[in-house]
């Protein structure tokens, strides 16, 4: 069989890997992997080539994608999937391995959707890769164990600075419909507060809950040096935050204390590059081996989930291949996705509470 293997939307540390699986696999099964050129776009526009071991030596170690990536809102238009399965049949591929987020995972089902495909006869799979971890139904997706110990690392240094200067930090990161990587790396960095939109909260209560951590610090420590991490979906712009959470303390200490000084940093972009971490590698590498075996296997419009090995009820299926991995249906995965994302699953609303849990153990 040809296999053809693209990444698509965000890229994300750990994209190689599974490229560098998919390859290798393919090649010790005795098929042909074949490499699509910056996701979607290039798939429409014909960028296929075959991928040799030599493509992938390097691949392990490097962050990014060696594919390239691209964001393709055409996609949407079902005369540009006819289009792209039109490429893919000419190229004689029987299996297409999507690796990529929500949206790319979106463009896998419609791409195999029989109603629209026909008797098409692609099998598709998807491995799911965001460093934001916003797809359901896989309690990792590759690229964000990397984007947590980047952040973490990134406080540390943060905390440092702030430490010597005695200042309060307001700390961005990525994440835009979804405040995980805000939430864990604030634990693991151990930060001293955390601001994220599941829990809903309007500007004032977010405003009042960064000054009530670093009055409680102060009462404690005698210090101000407090790291608050806040996750990009937040709408308040990090600079509004900072002029608002300075009226803020300014007003609550009526003016005798000293100035409480606030600083903002931004990690942005930073926390989707830079070398996979080992987890990262290996999570890559299992999910594009179960890939390729489950194509080979015939399965079709499955996501290779990563689940610890227990009963995982009644969804998908577990894969004879690895007990960690998992075979769900693509459309299972992007409706438990759509009630992650509005807050109305179960998981949804433990993330939007467990911090007020926990409020009280950050504010000692
Ligand atoms: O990869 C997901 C993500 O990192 C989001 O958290 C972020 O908002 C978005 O990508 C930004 O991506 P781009 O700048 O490529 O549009």
Redo the contacts with the bound molecule.
Sequence with gaps: MRIAVLTS??D?PGMNAAIRAVTVVALALGHEPVGVQHGYRGLIDGELAPLALDDVADALRRGGTLLQSA?CLEFHEPEVRDRARTVLTEHDIGGLIVIG?NGSLTGALHLSDPAEAGGWPVKVMGIPA???NDIALTSLSIGVDTAMNTIVEACDKIADTASAHDRVFLVEV???DCGYLAMTSAIASGADMVLFPEADRSEAQLVGAVADSVLAVRKRSGSQKVIAIKA?GIETTPDRLKELVDAELSERSGGTAAPIETRVTVLG?VV?GGRPSAFDRLLGSRMGNVAVRALVDGEHRQMVAWLPPVDAGDFGERSVHDPYCHLMPIDVVLEATRQLLDGQSPLARWRSTIFDDLQDVFLL
């Design positions: 939307g965000g994300a964001r987020g965001s460093i934001d990525m994440g835009r990009e972009h989707r």
